[in-house]
């Protein structure tokens, strides 16, 4: 009997159903993508209700396992499959390696999303998929929060030993933020990241990961 398929609800061009993918990358594990037709509101149907509840993108099967919430998801995934596939992302069998990667990605999640994802929304998601124009104030106003936020990341990664967020090793830390930052860097507002060399410095190691390389080209949002 065939193993059961691993099966992400949503395509990656949703920027939390590319984080998932991912991490089904870095570990090695085939999936297959159920595209959500969100203009159709698929994902407000009972059939996608089912999956998660929320009526969000994504939502995610492996054998009778259904789960939501894409970080939960992602941990999901390196936790099952990662010893298997010789990646140690959550790092999890040392205590203070795992308390550092815990650490940025509460970050990533409470701080770090909240400035970026405004700019992503107003500036790709809007435009393309509703023709609403960019509503600048609410741009300029989350790159102000943005600034403040990459200058602790600047001073952070400014410290020889902390090439990626939680020490010289990537980490599902550096991950997370893959999804959004992807998505800003295709905007004007790339330029905010010269002012932070560290931080362009690690963007640029992030996203040579070929598992983020081989995402990508389907990440893109198009009218």
């Known amino acids: 009997m065939a193993?059961?398929?691993?099966?992400?609800?949503?395509?990656?061009?949703?920027?939390?159903?590319?984080?998932?993918m991912a991490c089904l990358e870095e570990v090695g594990v085939e999936y297959e993508v159920v595209e959500v037709d969100y203009m159709a509101k698929e994902h407000k149907g009972a059939e996608h209700l089912a999956r998660n509840p929320l009526g969000q993108i994504p939502a995610f099967q492996d054998g009778d396992?259904?789960?939501?919430?894409?970080?939960?998801?992602?941990?999901?995934?390196?936790r099952k499959y990662s010893k298997a596939a010789h990646v140690d992302l959550l790092r999890e069998g040392n205590p203070e390696e795992a308390a550092m990667v815990d650490v940025w990605t509460e970050v990533e999640a409470h701080t770090y999303f909240p400035a970026i994802a405004p700019i992503f929304y107003e500036c790709v998601v809007y435009p393309?998929?509703?023709g609403i124009p960019t509503n600048q104030k609410v741009v300029d106003e989350s790159l102000e929060k943005l600034k403040k936020v990459l200058d602790v990341y600047e001073a952070h990664l400014s410290r020889?030993?902390?090439?990626?967020?939680?020490?010289?090793?990537?980490?599902?830390?550096?991950?997370n933020h893959f999804p959004f930052t992807f998505h800003v860097m295709t905007t004007p507002h790339a330029s905010?990241?010269?002012s932070y060399p560290?931080?362009?410095?690690?963007?640029?190691r992030v996203m040579a990961r070929p598992s983020l390389k081989k995402i990508s080209p389907d990440m893109v949002i198009r009218a």
């Open 3 to 20: 193993p059961p398929v691993v099966t992400v609800f949503g395509t990656a061009n949703f920027a939390n159903a590319a984080r998932v």
């Open 192 to 194: 905010l990241f010269d």
């Open 128 to 130: 393309a998929t509703h």
């Open 160 to 175: 020889s030993k902390y090439l990626y967020l939680a020490g010289d090793f990537f980490s599902f830390a550096d991950l």
């Open 65 to 78: 396992i259904k789960l939501f919430e894409s970080r939960a998801i992602a941990k999901y995934v390196l």
């Open 198 to 204: 560290h931080v362009k410095a690690w963007w640029e």
